[in-house]
C-alpha cells in the first residue's frame, strides 16, 4: 500500500493509468473511493492520483487539532505529486477537497494546468441551520460513539441530509462506510479546519487555470457558491448535473464523466 510522508504523517495513494496527470481530492468523511468512477472512466487515457486525507481512509490521523487546516491539507496533496513526480496536473477537488485544490491552485498555480470544482466553493456556503446543528452535534457524537455513528445522526436529523438520501437511497450505505472509515480525530478536527479556513472569494480572478465548475442542481447550497466561483474565475464555466445532488461522481456517474471529458478534451487533452 503506497504511501507518502507529510510532516511525519503518513498519506495513503493510490495511482491509476498512465499519460498526463490528473490528482483528485475527496470531500470531508470521504476518501479516494470518491473517484472510482471517474478514475474508470479515465485511467485509459490518464496518470490518475488520488489519496486519502490525514485523519481519512488509510490514512494516519495526528491526535492534535494544531494537525490540520485547508492549508496543511493542500501541503499532503503537495508531498503527495512530489512522491509521484508530478509537476504539472489537473486538479480536482470535491466539496472540501474544493477548498484544498483552490489553495494549490493559488499558491503553486504552476503546477495546476487545468482545475474541476465539484459541488464546492471559495469559503460561501448557503447551509441550513438544521444542517449546520446536526453535524455540530455530530462531533460529539463522534468522539464518544465513533463516527458511524455520527453519520447516522445527521443522516436521522439534518432534514437536507435526510431529504437527499430519500432521493438517492444507493449513497446511504456509500456515504456511512466512508464516514465509517474515518477516524474521529479526522472527522472533528477537519470540520473544525472547514470552520477555520479564510474564504478566498476575493482571491477567484488570480486563478489563471481553465477551470469546470460542476454542481449537482439538487445541492441547493452550493448553486449560489458554483456561480460566484464562476464569476470569480475568468477562464471558466459551470456544468450543471441534473437530478445530482453533493456526489454527481457518485450519484449520475455518466453524466458527470461527460462533462468532465468534454471539458478535458479541450482544456487537458490526452499526450500525444
Known amino acids: 500500500m503506497p504511501t507518502a510522508s507529510s510532516n511525519g504523517v503518513g498519506l495513503h495513494?493510490?495511482?491509476?493509468?498512465?499519460?498526463?496527470?490528473?490528482?483528485?481530492?475527496?470531500?470531508?468523511?470521504?476518501?479516494?473511493?470518491?473517484?472510482?468512477?471517474?478514475?474508470?472512466?479515465?485511467?485509459?487515457?490518464?496518470?490518475?492520483?488520488?489519496?486519502?486525507?490525514?485523519?481519512?481512509?488509510?490514512?494516519?490521523?495526528?491526535?492534535?487539532?494544531?494537525?490540520?487546516?485547508?492549508?496543511?491539507?493542500a501541503d499532503d496533496v503537495m508531498s503527495v505529486m512530489s512522491v509521484?513526480?508530478?509537476?504539472?496536473?489537473?486538479?480536482?477537488?470535491?466539496?472540501?477537497?474544493?477548498?484544498?485544490?483552490?489553495?494549490?491552485?493559488?499558491?503553486?498555480?504552476?503546477?495546476?494546468?487545468?482545475?474541476?470544482?465539484v459541488d464546492t466553493s471559495s469559503g460561501e456556503m448557503d447551509m441550513p441551520p438544521e444542517h449546520s446543528e446536526a453535524r455540530l452535534k455530530a462531533l460529539d457524537i463522534a468522539r464518544a460513539q465513533g463516527t458511524a455513528a455520527a453519520f447516522d445522526y445527521v443522516a436521522d436529523n439534518s432534514p437536507m441530509v435526510k431529504d437527499h438520501l430519500q432521493k438517492h437511497p444507493h449513497m446511504r450505505?456509500?456515504?456511512?462506510?466512508?464516514?465509517?472509515?474515518?477516524?474521529?480525530?479526522?472527522?472533528?478536527?477537519?470540520?473544525g479546519a472547514l470552520r477555520n479556513w479564510t474564504p478566498l472569494t476575493p482571491r477567484l480572478p488570480e486563478i489563471k487555470a481553465p477551470t469546470l465548475i460542476v454542481v449537482g442542481e439538487e445541492d441547493v447550497p452550493f448553486l449560489?457558491?458554483?456561480?460566484?466561483?464562476?464569476?470569480?474565475?475568468?477562464n471558466s464555466r459551470i456544468a450543471m448535473i441534473p437530478g445530482s445532488g453533493h456526489t454527481p461522481q457518485l450519484e449520475k456517474p455518466e453524466a458527470f464523466n461527460r462533462a468532465l471529458r468534454e471539458f478535458l478534451a479541450q482544456h487537458f487533452p490526452p499526450a500525444g
Not at 468523511?29 to 490518464?46: K, N, R, T
Not at 470535491?94 to 485544490?101: D, E, L
Not at 449560489?224 to 475568468?234: C, E, F, M, S
Request: charged share 15%.
Open 13 to 73: 495513494y493510490e495511482i491509476f493509468g498512465a499519460g498526463r496527470n490528473i490528482v483528485l481530492c475527496h470531500g470531508y468523511s470521504g476518501s479516494h473511493q470518491d473517484w472510482i468512477q471517474p478514475i474508470s472512466a479515465l485511467m485509459s487515457d490518464y496518470r490518475v492520483v488520488v489519496k486519502d486525507r490525514r485523519g481519512h481512509g488509510s490514512s494516519q490521523a495526528p491526535a492534535s487539532a494544531d494537525a490540520y487546516s485547508i492549508k496543511t491539507f
Open 84 to 117: 509521484a513526480g508530478i509537476t504539472e496536473c489537473c486538479l480536482g477537488g470535491h466539496s472540501m477537497g474544493g477548498f484544498i485544490a483552490l489553495e494549490l491552485a493559488l499558491s503553486h498555480p504552476e503546477l495546476v494546468a487545468a482545475l474541476v470544482l
Open 173 to 191: 450505505a456509500i456515504s456511512r462506510q466512508r464516514t465509517m472509515e474515518t477516524s474521529a480525530e479526522g472527522y472533528a478536527h477537519a470540520w
Open 224 to 234: 449560489r457558491p458554483a456561480q460566484v466561483l464562476r464569476d470569480g474565475i475568468p
